[in-house]
Structures are given as structure tokens and as C-alpha cells.
């Protein structure tokens, strides 16, 4: 499926870059059949829902090379911000447990060339080698703030800036996380959902 021209005006890529992103569309449908990637409800929508609301974290942190992805499940937003990113010099690291998962992401970077690197493990077992070393790191729908900051407090305390898209809960989260930590919190609009929000998380100090 070609994206769709009311997608078009809000992705801002490069004709190569949109290439590629219908690539990706056009797998994901393909491998969904057998697989079971994404949430079928959300199939049919996988422009907004999926691509231009991965490419949104894009623009929150421009001068970044290397991002880290974790949950990264069928490629959102790690994949599509490794596709995007690439004439910036972006690489994105993908961690996913799931195996079947990983065999797509694997396969999508290839038939796009986009610098994507899959890891097939656990999350805890990855963090630890990117601590000082990764720009940002990111979740999608994976886990609470206040687990999401259990995972990663070691690369924020080093640095790393935290983009975590949350939904209509997300200041509920951010009020029950900062009775474990003192951190910014930039609590920012969802360009696809009125009701979402995206948090950057930095500075981060445990209470405890």
C-alpha cells in the first residue's frame, strides 16, 4: 500500500526514505499473515499509527547517532527511525526477545540497507554495553515509566536522553515514578493522538 497523501504532508522524508517506508508497510502485511506482528485492529492503520507516530521522536533529538530501541517488536519506532535516520547517520540498536520478531526486523534492514542492529536478547542483558554510549534510548508501548526507568536509569544517569511514548495515562505514570526518582520530565504532544503524550526523560537521581 502506497501512503497515504494526508501521510505524506506529515512525514517530511525524502522520496528514497518514503520508498523505503512502503517497503516496510508492504512486509509488515505481508509477514502479518503468518506472524502476528502487530495488533491487527491496527493494521489498517499502520501510517498514522505506526510510522509517522515512530517518526515523531525523530525530530526530539536531531543530532543523535546512536539510539536504542528496546521492545522493538515489529519495528516501532526502531525501525522506522533507523529508516529515517539514515541520511542523518543515525544507527539504532533493535532489542527484542521475541525470535520471530527479530527474523522481520532482520529482513527489513536488509531490503532497505537502513542501520539497524538487532539484538536477540533479554533488555537487561543489552543495556549494561550501551551505558555512556547511546544518545537516547526508547520504549514504545513496552512497560510502566516507572519500569521503564528501572531498565534504563544507568544509561540516563550517563547521559542518555529517554523518549518514552506514553498514552492518556502518562502523567498518572510520571506522578507514581517520582516517588522513586527525581528527573526533567518534558512532557510533549503526540502529533498522531491528541490524547498521547511523548516524555523525555533526563537527569535522573534515585530517591532512594
Do not use: Y
Not at 502485511?29 to 510510522?51: C, E, S
Not at 515512530?54 to 519506532?77: H, I, N, R
Not at 527511525?81 to 527474523?103: D, F, P, W, Y
Amino acid at each position: 500500500m502506497i501512503a497515504p497523501a494526508s501521510a505524506h504532508a506529515n512525514l517530511n522524508v525524502s522520496r528514497e526514505t518514503l520508498e523505503k517506508l512502503e517497503l516496510l508497510e508492504r512486509e509488515l502485511r505481508r509477514w502479518q499473515a503468518i506472524k502476528n506482528l502487530v495488533g491487527p485492529a491496527t493494521l489498517d492503520r499502520t501510517w498514522d499509527r505506526h510510522i509517522v507516530d515512530s517518526l515523531q521522536l525523530l525530530d526530539l533529538a536531531p543530532e543523535a547517532k546512536t539510539w536504542v530501541d528496546l521492545g522493538s517488536g515489529a519495528g516501532f519506532p526502531g525501525l522506522v527511525l533507523a529508516i529515517a535516520g539514515q541520511e542523518k547517520g543515525l544507527t539504532v540498536h533493535l532489542v527484542e526477545s521475541n525470535s520471530r520478531k527479530c527474523a522481520f526486523l532482520r529482513q527489513i534492514a536488509r531490503l532497505t540497507g537502513a542501520p539497524a542492529v538487532v539484538h536477540e536478547a533479554r533488555l537487561e542483558a543489552v543495556i549494561p554495553g550501551f551505558v555512556g554510549k547511546a544518545d537516547v534510548v526508547s520504549a514504545r508501548a513496552l512497560a510502566s515509566l516507572t519500569q521503564l526507568l528501572e531498565w534504563t536509569e544507568p544509561m540516563l544517569k550517563a547521559g542518555t536522553i529517554g523518549l518514552f511514548p506514553k498514552g492518556r495515562d502518562a502523567e498518572s505514570e510520571l506522578t507514581e515514578a517520582l516517588k522513586r526518582w527525581t528527573f526533567k520530565a518534558d512532557v510533549l504532544p503526540s502529533r498522531t493522538d491528541s490524547e498521547a503524550r511523548i516524555l523525555r526523560i533526563t537527569s535522573i537521581e534515585s530517591l532512594t
